[in-house]
């Protein structure tokens, strides 16, 4: 009997022993190829030796220091690396220890700035159905998966809601690609005019969605048009890059494919690529500037922010990435499996769609191809698919409540940045016999 409060409180997951490369093995000996990177988390890989010849360097020499009284050179160096590399104008970082710490410092980042801007007024974030920010209060409450925040609903802020960027479902058969986007835009733009421009702090959306909606990119011009739209109302545009930030998508920042700078971005997973807990805050010069001038401190932290073998780690998986040209690796790999899963799913009669950017991809089930008609939630299709891919060794990252937090199935792929060819072909392989062997139940 387990002690732990595991994720399903009536069974106990295997017991992970070691890792190498893209495979896992647990206690009993099994091995699975980590089609996921746990939770598009893993993108080195498993045992890289570098990064765990950075992270004993940096025990050896100081393993723990409260950034209330230092800074380390390892924190320090990885902020500079993430701001070369950035979008336009961002210029700090704060390091924090995961994905929903890392939301709900953007949050208190983007409020504070507001109310030091001389605009206490601003209370209310806009953010889009269907979406996913984190679980902390803050961030559950400004995302959109109604599943996840029903439970927690009173004890939430309000939040401007407008629809997500989701073609497959969204747009009419009629309706053009550019319509469809204006669309989407128009809505925008009533929704922040019927609550007040003046009291809106920052527009907050995964530049491709992750976990709830299944690698979904958005359509051409949608983000430009965002962007246009907050800064016509003066409002903070806020990337939520933790599950599809840091090369993921093929470039190091996912937003940086639709020509945007967001204000603020939120990254982690791939950050430290699970060698350690760490994310981190980016925010724009004048947000910073603004703080500085005023009251001069960010009225938040906690305990582990800055960790220096967090940061260590961080920073070597960044150096590797780069070394090894990893961000062609994703754009040429993630092209191959996109092909893969193409040649075996793209005229399956249950899989309505096949989507997603780099090494970043996911598949959308459907009991009717034609009429994109969803599987009954209680068949629970996604659970089934998984509960047979560990048993042909494969891990993938699926979910139900794809459409509206009840209906809908998709399993999402985010494999190891280090994948070849022919690793990339066994997990489809692998992943079409669990498919096969889940919908005959």
Partial sequence: MSHILHRNLRQVPPTAVSGDGIRMRDKAGRVYIDASGGAAVSSLGHGHPDVIAAMHRQIDRCAYAHTAFFTTDAAEELADRLIAGAPQDIGGVYLVSGGSEAMETALKLARQYWVEAGEPQRRLFMARRQSYHGNTLGALAVGGNEWRRKAFAPLL?????????????????????????????????????????????????????????????PTPGYFQGVRDICDRYRILLIADEVMCGMGRTGSMYAIEQDGVAPDIIAIAKGLGAGYQ???????????????????????????????????????????????????????????????????????????????????????????????????????????????????????????????DGQVGDHVLLAPPFIATAADLSEIVTRLADAVEAALKQ
């Fill in 157 to 217: 802020m309000d939040t401007v809601r407008v629809n997500a960027c989701y073609e497959y479902r969204g747009r009419a058969a009629h309706q053009s690609v550019d319509d469809y986007t204006a669309g989407l835009l128009d809505e925008v733009e009533t929704r922040i005019l019927e609550a007040g421009p003046e009291n809106i702090i920052a527009f907050v959306a995964e530049p491709v969605v992750g976990a709830t909606g299944g690698a979904i990119p």
């Fill in 277 to 403: 807990p760490i994310g981190a805050v980016l925010a724009h010069q004048t947000i910073i500037d603004c703080l500085r001038s005023g009251s001069g401190v960010f009225q938040h932290g906690h305990t582990y922010i800055g960790h220096p073998v967090a940061a260590a780690a961080a920073l070597e998986v960044q150096k590797v990435i780069e070394r090894d040209d990893l961000l062609g690796r994703v754009r040429s790999r993630g092209a191959t499996l996109r092909r893969m899963l193409g040649d075996v799913f793209g005229t399956h009669d249950h899989v309505g769609d096949i989507r997603g950017r780099g090494l970043f991809l996911a598949l959308e089930f459907v009991q009717d191809r034609a009429t994109k008609t969803p599987f009954p939630p209680e068949r629970k299709l996604h659970a089934a698919i998984k509960a047979k891919a560990m048993e042909n060794g494969l891990m993938v990252y699926p979910m139900g409540g794809t459409i």
